[in-house]
């Protein structure tokens, strides 16, 4: 009678062993069925063995059409006519041999890297961390006010879509707020609410709020918690101001390609 281990260890080795032996059954049926595509093909082709051509056999789309052109060799008139006796199609081919298709044009758009956020990112989502949250950006701004005459607030807000016709647009529901490059603060008002903190921070004149059409974020603050998002200065009207040109109505991303060369997800 064999111990515990031993049999663990049979059996363990017939598992290894039945994956290896179907591995090796795979490849041999993958090979016995390219070598019967490879009879049926030599079966279906008229030439002797001796008379066919070694190394690649074009298909026999590209086979048919080198044969038209090879009857119709050094008669333009005949060339053209076998062209334009095929039946038309949305991408040209490269004359009499079609081998392969060529590709129609598209509209090929530059793939950018894409724009990673080395900062900290701080959740706020309860009344009280928002409060404190806000606190800090306001010490902060009057602080920074001190040695600098503008002091810039990024501010964005999110809500949930609605695809019902004649369904109320639903409330702000996330707010991101970046005062400088290493934290960013990600603030659920959905749950929170505006505390008074928050209230003093978006209406205190000290900051200037940026966005990119920021007004309609404002605006959207004001219908749905009261509260008065000011100073705006919109990031599209003053791209438009300092690249010149066609003014074009920017939105965050197109905006950062078009300054950094870099994508946002």
Known sequence: MEKDGDSFLDWDWDLVAEEELRAIEAVYYSSAKKRRISSDLDADDPAPLHSRPSGRRLPDWGRADATESQCHGGHGGGVATAIADRPPSSCPTNGAWRVSPLRCPGNFKVRYPTMAYRGSIIYCRTAPEVEQASMELLNKIRSMKQCMDHVSLGFDIEWRPVFKRGEAPRKAAVMQICLENARCYVMHIIHSGIPPGLKCLLEDTVSVKVGVCIANDAWKMTNDYNVCVEPLE????????????????????????????????
Do not use: H
């Not at 009207?237 to 197109?254: C, D, E, F, I």
């Open 234 to 265: 919109d990031l599209s009207s003053l791209a438009n101001l300092k690249l010149g040109g066609v003014p074009k109505r920017w939105s965050l991303a197109s905006l950062t390609e078009m300054i950094t060369c870099k994508q946002v997800l």
